[in-house]
């Protein structure tokens, strides 16, 4: 009786694709013979129908050979990963799925991106829709490390996620609920962009500039990072509202100053939400009067703490900042 392992090579394979994947593997590891002939057919099959999973898998065991292999037999290493442990873990704030070395940049892995860089993965693939790339968690999460790896690799310093975001301007950006982690962690990253050519105005889908995010955001160091980096301080958003005039409209006392002892202009009259022409102080009066009305109605709960903008020690030094350099009339 003739051995199964003289079954031609073409016949073996008409039967492991008819079995499913663990009873074709247990196939193929029945034999030396059987694992030689159906190994590159298992390979190819698993690649065809959990490419991100397989990724996942081996960068999870630390199992680069195994992943070679799979290269080897056709598997793309920008294959998006599916939910797993990798991608819980190292991109837990966002439900779009990411690239491998996505994720590797947001793990802060420089060995990782290495090793998929030299495997072929793109640094410029981004998230869907999002289309947030490495280089975009890298200065989210302020890796100046990272982010020199990714450019020197040939991230795009001007990547744009789906709202127009650079990676200058995500790491210009700070949410006060971070925990007041980015306040700190993204300074030199801001710096290292700008280093390596990031656009001091690249402006979002909203027309806002790195620094009017940092404005708008609250993130003094940051602000005092891209005024000294370059940044115009009399840049206006799609409004027409300058950067002093929104920072004045905030009471933000520390960034006002900035702003001023930068450059920006006091004199600058710009429309307000009704069209009139108004100069910054008169944005902050009318932004401490709305903050004295909601502290009236108890819209808001506590009293101005004393050194800020809104109290009346730092509604003076606003005022003194903000007033208008005119040239006295000749009497």
Same mark, same amino acid.
Not at 303 to 311: F, H, L, N, R
């Given at each position: 009786?003739?051995?199964?392992?003289?079954?031609?090579?073409?016949?073996? !394979?008409?039967?492991?694709?008819?079995?499913? #994947?663990?009873?074709?593997?247990?196939?193929?590891?029945?034999?030396?013979?059987?694992?030689?002939?159906?190994?590159?057919?298992?390979?190819?099959?698993?690649?065809?129908?959990?490419? /991100?999973?397989?990724?996942?898998?081996?960068?999870?065991?630390?199992?680069?050979?195994? !992943?070679?292999?799979?290269?080897?037999?056709?598997?793309?290493?920008?294959?998006?990963?599916?939910? %797993?442990?990798?991608?819980?873990?190292?991109?837990?704030?966002?439900?779009?799925?990411?690239?491998?070395?996505?994720?590797?940049?947001?793990? &802060?892995?420089?060995?990782?991106?290495?090793?998929? #860089?030299?495997? &072929?993965?793109?640094?410029?693939?981004?998230?869907?829709?999002?289309?947030?790339?490495?280089?975009?968690? *890298?200065?989210?999460? /302020?890796?100046?490390?990272?982010?020199?790896?990714?450019?020197?690799? %040939?991230? =795009?310093?001007?990547?744009?996620?789906?709202?127009?975001?650079?990676? !200058?301007?995500?790491?210009?950006?700070?949410?006060?609920?971070?925990?007041?982690?980015?306040?700190?962690?993204?300074?030199? *990253? #801001?710096?290292?962009?700008?280093?390596?050519?990031?656009?001091?105005?690249?402006?979002?889908?909203?027309?806002?500039?790195?620094?009017?995010? *940092?404005?708008?955001? &609250?993130?003094?160091? &940051?602000?005092?990072?891209?005024?000294?980096? %370059?940044?115009?301080?009399?840049?206006?958003?799609?409004?027409?509202?300058?950067?002093?005039?929104?920072?004045?409209?905030?009471?933000?006392?520390?960034?006002?100053?900035?702003?001023?002892?930068?450059?920006?202009?006091?004199?600058?009259?710009?429309?307000?939400?009704?069209?009139?022409?108004?100069?910054?102080?008169?944005?902050?009066?009318?932004?401490?009067?709305?903050?004295?009305?909601?502290?009236?109605?108890?819209?808001?709960?506590?009293?101005? =703490?004393?050194?800020?903008?809104?109290?009346?020690?730092?509604? *003076?030094?606003?005022?003194?900042?903000?007033?208008?350099?005119?040239?006295?009339?000749?009497?």
């Amino acid at each position: 009786m003739p051995s199964l392992t003289t079954v031609p090579t073409e016949i073996l !394979l008409l039967v492991s694709d008819n079995l499913d #994947i663990p009873s074709h593997f247990a196939l193929a590891s029945s034999s030396r013979s059987f694992y030689e002939r159906l190994l590159p057919a298992l390979y190819r099959r698993a690649i065809a129908t959990e490419p /991100g999973e397989l990724i996942n898998n081996a960068l999870i065991r630390n199992r680069l050979a195994a !992943l070679d292999r799979f290269i080897e037999y056709g598997l793309n290493i920008n294959t998006l990963l599916p939910y %797993g442990l990798f991608t819980r873990r190292w991109y837990s704030w966002s439900d779009e799925l990411p690239t491998a070395v996505l994720a590797a940049a947001i793990r &802060g892995s420089i060995r990782l991106v290495r090793l998929l #860089i030299e495997r &072929g993965a793109d640094v410029n693939i981004g998230t869907m829709p999002a289309n947030e790339t490495p280089i975009h968690v *890298a200065a989210r999460c /302020g890796n100046i490390d990272m982010i020199r790896e990714l450019v020197a690799a %040939g991230a =795009d310093i001007e990547a744009r996620t789906q709202n127009k975001w650079t990676p !200058l301007w995500v790491a210009s950006h700070c949410k006060m609920w971070e925990e007041g982690k980015r306040k700190s962690d993204t300074i030199e *990253a #801001i710096k290292v962009l700008v280093e390596l050519g990031a656009d001091l105005e690249g402006r979002a889908e909203n027309e806002d500039t790195p620094l009017m995010e *940092a404005v708008l955001s &609250g993130f003094v160091k &940051g602000v005092q990072a891209l005024c000294e980096a %370059g940044a115009d301080v009399n840049s206006m958003d799609g409004t027409g509202i300058a950067v002093l005039h929104r920072a004045a409209e905030l009471g933000d006392r520390a960034i006002i100053k900035t702003l001023v002892a930068h450059g920006a202009d006091v004199d600058k009259m710009v429309p307000n939400s009704a069209g009139i022409m108004w100069k910054p102080i008169q944005f902050f009066a009318a932004g401490r009067q709305r903050y004295m009305l909601w502290l009236e109605q108890r819209a808001i709960a506590d009293v101005p =703490d004393p050194e800020s903008g809104w109290a009346e020690k730092g509604a *003076a030094e606003i005022s003194a900042l903000l007033i208008p350099r005119e040239t006295p009339m000749d009497l």
